[in-house]
């Protein structure tokens, strides 16, 4: 299979922290850049955070100083640390990354399927 499986979302009281994992299945050769996404309810999917392969990183303006993306090529896992938890960051939480896989040699977006991230005030 190739997949990107999210794990460590869950419920958090306001101000606490979560670290979320985006783990690729072995079929995944290559992981190029890679974000984190989120979707609240009634709203479109944004852009949280990004890394390339060099690790330069990018962030929302809503999540910069409270957020860190990082990744461990080893292992082919991306991650979220996400402290200072407001509310507002209630969403459902999806890895993205451009991948090279055993079956495509040409790079392309490929999405987990979420995990779900509640802040309560």
């Known amino acids: 299979q190739v997949q990107l499986v999210e794990s460590g979302g869950g419920l958090v009281q306001t101000g606490g922290s979560l670290r979320l994992s985006c783990a690729a299945s072995?079929?995944?050769?290559?992981?190029?850049?890679m974000g984190w996404y989120r979707q609240a309810p009634g709203k479109q999917r944004e852009l949280v955070a990004a890394i390339t392969s060099g690790g330069s990183t990018d962030y929302a303006d809503f999540v910069k100083g409270r957020f860190t993306i990082s990744r461990d090529n080893a292992k082919n896992t991306g991650y979220l640390q996400m402290n200072s938890l407001k509310p507002e960051d209630t969403a459902v939480y999806y890895c993205n990354a451009e991948v090279i896989t055993l079956w495509r040699t040409q790079k392309y977006a490929l999405w987990g399927q979420g995990t779900q991230v509640t802040v309560s005030s």
């Open positions: 072995k079929s995944i050769s290559s992981i190029y850049a």
